[in-house]
């Protein structure tokens, strides 16, 4: 079955430090991948996706590569502020038909920005 | 404003009380899916729905009900036969089955 694996947290981080969450998954055939942000108490937003293989997504400065031959779709940051604290998740979608279409997230992981 | 929303955001209930959270999106979509999330874990897929009158069990449906009688909504129940319910739910919604899945708010539910 389809599965996500992705860095273990909490990752604590000084503001404008550089920032890796490592993604990794295990899919049939070319999976969509998404990052997906949570905010303390709130429910999840969409931060960026790539559909197929070395494709770029990004968004507020956040990018993710999607690196079919590592499995691999890495979120990366150059300079974090407080305001990204928050938990992060990887996911992926199968692109093949029928109901076999579900997301499949991984655990996440928390990002706490100091000052 | 588009958006999915999800009602109340909190809510408790007594140890065998069935109780039903609220799940509304004017974004037209299709498809709708219900997630079950317990701290430090991913999501996990309760139920969902590629089109009205239509839904299927996902991978924790056991103690829940859904129904999807209208595009726009789809209320969850959880039921007295679901062992352990204190949990965060959140309510998504996509264009169609294979479409970027976008979430409502949450609702946090604690049985006392």
């Known amino acids: 079955g389809n599965s996500v694996t992705q860095m273990e947290g909490p990752v604590t981080l000084s503001e404008e430090a550089f920032l890796t969450i490592n993604c990794t998954y295990t899919a049939t055939g070319y999976p969509s991948l998404f990052w997906y942000v949570q905010y303390p108490g709130e429910g999840l937003q969409l931060l960026l996706k790539a559909t197929k293989a070395d494709d770029k997504g990004s968004n507020k400065g956040f990018e993710a590569t999607y690196r079919k031959e590592t499995t691999s779709f890495h979120l990366e940051k150059g300079s974090v502020q407080v305001s990204d604290s928050a938990v992060y998740f990887c996911?992926?979608?199968?692109?093949?038909?029928?109901?076999?279409?579900?997301?499949?997230f991984g655990k996440g992981t928390l990002l706490t920005v100091n000052p | 404003d588009g958006g999915i929303t999800q009602s109340p955001k909190y809510l408790f209930r007594k140890e065998g009380q069935n109780v039903t959270l609220s799940c509304e999106q004017n974004l037209n979509h299709d498809a709708m899916y219900w997630y079950r999330q317990d701290p430090g874990q991913g999501l996990r897929l309760i139920y969902y729905?590629?089109?009205?009158?239509?839904?299927q069990k996902g991978d924790i449906a056991e103690g829940y009900s859904v129904s999807r009688e209208k595009k726009e909504s789809f209320p969850l129940t959880v039921t007295s036969a679901q062992k352990n319910p204190t949990a965060f739910y959140l309510c998504?919604?996509?264009?169609?089955?294979?479409?970027?899945?976008?979430f409502g708010p949450g609702t946090r539910l604690t049985v006392l």
């Open positions: 996911a992926l979608s199968p692109n093949s038909g029928g109901s076999n279409y579900k997301l499949t």
């Open positions: 729905s590629q089109i009205v009158n239509d839904f």
């Open positions: 998504a919604s996509s264009i169609g089955a294979t479409d970027t899945q976008y």
